[in-house]
């Protein structure tokens, strides 16, 4: 069975603080990983990452895919409390139809 | 504002009642999502729409029916729920289907509480 897990599942930690959010998967015929950050309700795109090793960068956001281990890291730096939000890990699988597996989320909360 | 329009945003029902959730896509995409996502569990899919025609549907409950009449409406018919479908129902857009590179652009769901 397809399966992608995050952790921690809830992190709570002070303004400015560095975050790392994990994302692991066992899953057949892998494409792609992506991110979102899901605010009050609509997740939004953040990456999408295909290729081992290639850091994915957007201020102050950062991600990479390690596909021999099999996990991905979203990296959050000088973290604020608009930052505050349920992070989504979900991978990508195609194999004539196309399936996207999500984790269950990782629920960041960012104190002043 | 990512493009991607849900009504209602809340709907309480009760277990006998029929209502119907909308989303309206002003992206130009061709594929379609209805996704399911409970407290502390994963969005889940229930279904897939291209270019019109459904190309999957999850295992999921008779008392959930899709309908897609043209690329850019989406909607889901409830009728006879249970208390367990409560639960945010998110729509999605992407450009394509089936291409393995699609990023799916998510509306504001609506939050459905079955009484």
């Known amino acids: 069975e397809d399966k992608v897990v995050q952790s921690p599942l809830s992190l709570v930690v002070h303004e400015g603080d560095t975050v790392t959010l994990n994302c692991s998967y066992e899953v057949t015929n892998f494409r792609s990983l992506l991110w979102y950050k899901q605010e009050k309700k609509a997740p939004t795109f953040l990456f999408m990452l295909t290729s081992s090793g290639i850091e994915k960068k957007s201020g102050r956001l950062s991600s990479i895919l390690d596909k021999k281990e099999l996990f991905s890291i979203l990296n959050i730096t000088a973290t604020q409390t608009g930052d505050s939000a349920i992070y989504l890990c979900a991978v990508l699988l195609l194999q004539g139809a196309q399936k996207l597996v999500f984790g269950q989320g990782t629920r960041l909360t960012i104190n002043p | 504002e990512t493009g991607v329009t849900q009504t209602p945003r809340h709907l309480v029902m009760g277990m006998t009642n029929k209502k119907s959730l909308k989303c309206e896509q002003h992206l130009g995409h061709n594929a379609m999502y209805w996704y399911k996502q409970s407290a502390k569990k994963p969005l889940e899919l229930m279904f897939v729409?291209?270019?019109?025609?459904?190309?999957e549907n999850n295992s999921v409950p008779s008392r959930f029916s899709p309908e897609c009449p043209n690329s850019s409406h989406l909607f889901l018919h409830l009728h006879t729920l249970q208390p367990e479908d409560s639960a945010l129902y998110l729509c999605?857009?992407?450009?394509?289907?089936?291409?393995?590179?699609?990023?799916?652009?998510f509306g504001s769901g609506t939050q459905l509480s079955v009484l």
């Open positions: 999605a857009s992407s450009r394509s289907y089936g291409r393995g590179n699609e990023k799916l652009f």
């Open positions: 729409y291209s270019l019109e025609e459904r190309v």
